[in-house]
């Protein structure tokens, strides 16, 4: 019953790893496994999935706080006067809008105006970026970047210097300040500054990837184990769990996230994905924006929506979605939100059945199961105080 | 750990026969590779299966796994309190998470399956191999 399991749903579809190579490693691998994660092969990186539990983990992060260990994912640092330019020249936000110490969600965009991947861009001062990306992606990101890069900028592949953890939740920002000087509640969403995190100089983002307010901490991955160990200790008075990519895929998924591989990849451009506010034509050239632009006065032909199924059955990544008994899209993302407990998913449609409180039907093995659109995101959090 | 008088099989299910019936779940193996169950589909009573056909899905939070029958028979009962219970399957998987019963198209068919101690063997050598 278990052939399965293994390549469901942590697969990457950006990439293929040969069943032969050399799993990569966060410097924490010793110490998921002495906490007894399940493992699996994430994009070629051996990560947890799990602890205690998906569940267990995903409520954990919804009501108290979680620790994610995140130091898969990629790092590029653009240094130099020219780097402002590179940074606008192949994302498709706004980089310009950015003060120093302030986070932006992004595209990287190849010249068709689809996506290479999608990321954060930190701005550290006028001539230094550092662009946060996924791990699988990272030197595909990277060889793109220094392609594209005429302006000479300076472009580092910085991922391998860096360990990043993730504590997200209600509770994380109570848990964290008791181990830095740095002034949490100033540090608005979607800032960054850096200071000391028990002694390890960091960059501290209050960012994530969970729907709840936390943060994400960068570091030399040296100190990994003993971070780790002093944030998950601490943590264990307020009930806070060590969570893997399982709960990390739900709690996204909640909060209608978009996946690279899933919701976006290199065929979909940002006006379907529904992320109209992170693509600015006006902002000057870049990759892909001439397309963007036709493409925004002809019009959409599909679009990015959400589903909540109404009957027990679970959508799932790669179910075909159909209206009128025909064959109109696939399912995106799609599983259980276990904070909402209900089954919801995410898929493209033809623009013209994008109408939240419509009905379609999603395929369950071989059954055709109701399902309706619905608002996006799934799950808000409570306004903070 | 695994009951002296089950017998299983390489895709993890487990039948106790008892008779010209049988009881058939999946092991605490199977349950714990899969993590949280939250859905759980049968088939009705009087199905008539042949061993490897499908018995029914078994849903976690992450992933979605196809139930074999060990053995050929008929459906004779169903265990319904899963419907409502799923995450019983994760809590006592060879007690009260059986899935279905049946009745035996040949009484002797599950002694080719592979008993306690092999199957024992068979999921440490699986471990083995996931952790090198």
Redesign the interface.
């Known amino acids: 019953?278990?052939?399965?399991?293994a390549r469901?749903?942590?697969e990457n579809h950006s990439v293929t790893t040969p069943a032969t190579a050399e799993l990569r490693k966060t410097a924490l691998n010793s110490t998921h496994r002495r906490l007894g994660a399940?493992?699996v092969n994430f994009g070629g990186w051996d990560m947890p999935?799990?602890y205690s539990?998906?569940?267990a983990e995903h409520q954990a992060v919804r009501t108290r706080a979680g620790l994610f260990d995140v130091s898969h994912m990629g790092e590029i640092e653009i240094r130099g006067p020219e780097a402002l330019e590179l940074v606008q020249f192949v994302t498709c936000n706004d980089a310009a809008n950015l003060v120093i110490g302030q986070a932006q969600y992004s595209g990287l965009m190849t010249p068709k105006g689809t996506f290479v991947d999608d990321l954060l861009v930190h701005k550290i001062s006028d001539a230094h970026y550092l662009l946060c990306v996924n791990a699988s992606n990272q030197e595909k990101d990277f060889d793109h970047i220094v392609r594209y890069n005429r302006f000479g900028a300076d472009v580092e592949n910085a991922g391998p210097r860096y360990s990043q953890l993730a504590i997200q939740g209600p509770g994380a920002k109570a848990l964290l300040q008791q181990f830095t000087k740095v002034p949490l509640d100033s540090l608005h969403y979607y800032h960054f500054a850096f200071g000391r995190v028990n002694g390890v100089d960091c960059l501290i983002a209050r960012t994530g990837y969970t729907g709840e307010d936390g943060f994400e901490i960068y570091f030399s991955s040296e100190h990994s184990e003993k971070m780790w160990d002093y944030l998950l200790d601490a943590g264990q008075a307020i009930g806070m769990l060590p969570c893997g990519l399982?709960a990390r895929?739900?709690l996204r998924l909640e909060a209608a996230m978009c996946l690279y591989g899933h919701e976006i990849d290199d065929s979909t451009t940002p006006w379907e994905a529904g992320l109209a506010w992170i693509c600015k034509p006006d902002k000057g050239d870049f990759l892909g924006r001439d397309k963007l632009i036709a493409q925004r006065q002809r019009g959409i032909d599909r679009k990015l929506i959400g589903f909540e199924m109404l009957e027990?059955?679970?959508a799932?990544d790669g179910y075909v979605v159909s209206h009128d008994g025909q064959e109109v899209g696939r399912v995106t993302s799609g599983?259980?939100a276990?904070f909402l407990k209900k089954n919801i998913g995410m898929a493209y449609v033809p623009a013209k059945l994008a109408v939240v409180g419509s009905r379609i039907e999603i395929i369950v093995?071989g059954q055709a199961s109701p399902a309706r659109i619905v608002e996006l995101p799934f799950y808000k959090r409570p306004k903070p105080n | 750990m695994y009951p002296a008088d089950f017998r299983y099989t390489k895709?993890?299910?487990w039948i106790k026969v008892d008779g010209d019936s049988g009881t058939v779940g999946?092991t605490d193996y199977?349950q714990h590779?899969?993590?949280?169950v939250?859905?759980v589909e049968l088939p009705k009573v009087g199905t008539k299966l042949n061993a490897g056909q499908s018995l029914g899905?078994?849903?976690?939070?992450?992933?979605?796994?196809?139930?074999?029958c060990p053995v050929s028979g008929e459906i004779t009962a169903v265990n319904s309190a899963l419907a409502e219970a799923p995450e019983k399957l994760n809590q006592d998987p060879h007690g009260a998470a059986w899935l279905v019963k049946l009745k035996l198209a040949n009484k002797s068919d599950a002694q080719s399956l592979m008993d306690a101690a092999a199957y024992e063997s068979y999921i440490a050598a699986k471990d083995k191999e996931?952790s090198a």
Request: no cysteine; hydrophobic share 45%; proline share 4%.
């Open positions: 019953m278990l052939g399965s399991v469901e749903l942590f399940k493992m999935v799990e539990g998906i569940l399982g895929n739900t027990r059955l679970i799932r599983g259980p276990p093995r | 895709e993890h299910e999946i199977a590779e899969l993590g949280d939250v859905f899905t078994v849903e976690s939070v992450k992933a979605v796994s196809e139930i074999y996931a």
